[in-house]
């Protein structure tokens, strides 16, 4: 059975005393909250060990934004999966727009850091998902399917346990745009249906597909109704304490 996810990609931003200050907020603000998704944050790297402190006894779970696709060796300034997981890290975001964007991230590169991530036993939220021009020059699916495809199809029915999947059209990140509830769920059927093909339909059944792309309080509840939306990957609005507690509450 998949689960409900609510994800915030911190990205660039709070320092260590915000990053605790933020967490102590939302551990008050969910407090008693009555869910059954699960709630994950992602600070960046330096403050993964002070966020793993913070979240103890509450529901939240801490993820790294990123890791390098190599063991070790002279790659300076990266970080590697068995650093994140002696820390105790156990999911890592791989593929986020602004990776492919600002650092070259491609379809190959992410191949060897979603291989090294499985081999440290660390779930991957696999980000992806079309450009503006894509979707007008209607190219969107074909685009989406090569990311899934060239990625993710040749990983075993076993792999995909630990993969969690965040459609995030470029042109709704930090815009303010969004893709209305009929778009993220056409696309969101859509992706579930190339794993049915591939996969089977009870292992596309248990994928928790989620969506990103400006979700806020405001717009949460009706796109996460659709069907197959199991939940967001947020940005902007993970920021807030108060935000985030209430797109949680949207599940
Ligand atoms: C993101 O960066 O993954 C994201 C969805 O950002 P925002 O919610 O700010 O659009």
Request: aromatic share 6%; hydrophobic share 40%.
């Amino acid at each position: 059975m998949r689960k409900n996810i609510v994800a915030g990609n911190w990205k660039m931003n709070n320092n260590a005393e915000e990053t605790q200050q933020l967490i102590n907020n939302l551990k008050i603000a969910i407090e008693g909250l009555n869910t059954e998704a699960r709630v994950i944050i992602a600070p960046t790297f330096v403050n993964l060990s002070l966020a793993q402190n913070a979240v103890n006894n509450s529901i939240i779970e801490v993820s790294a934004q990123n890791m390098h696709q190599a063991k070790n060796g002279a790659f300076t300034g990266e970080i590697s999966g068995s650093m994140l997981t002696s820390i105790g890290i156990k999911t890592v975001i791989l593929g986020h727009s602004e990776r492919r964007t600002y650092f070259g991230e491609d379809d190959a590169m992410l191949t060897e850091k979603v291989k090294a991530a499985l081999e440290n036993d660390l779930e991957i939220v696999f980000c992806f998902g079309e450009l503006l021009e894509d979707r007008k020059s209607d190219n969107h699916f074909n685009v989406v399917e090569s990311q899934l495809k060239n990625v993710l199809f040749d990983l075993t029915a076993t792999e995909w346990k630990n993969i969690v999947l965040a459609y995030e059209p470029v042109w709704a990140i930090g815009t303010g745009e969004t893709a209305s509830p009929e778009q993220a769920q056409e696309m969101h059927a859509f992706i579930r249906s190339l794993i049915a093909d591939k996969y089977g339909a009870e292992l596309a059944n248990d994928v928790s597909i989620l969506y990103g792309g400006s979700v806020k309080p405001n717009n949460a509840e009706e796109i996460f109704s659709k069907e197959d939306v199991d939940g967001g990957l947020i940005g902007g609005a993970s920021l807030k304490a108060e935000d985030f507690t209430a797109i949680i509450k949207a599940i």
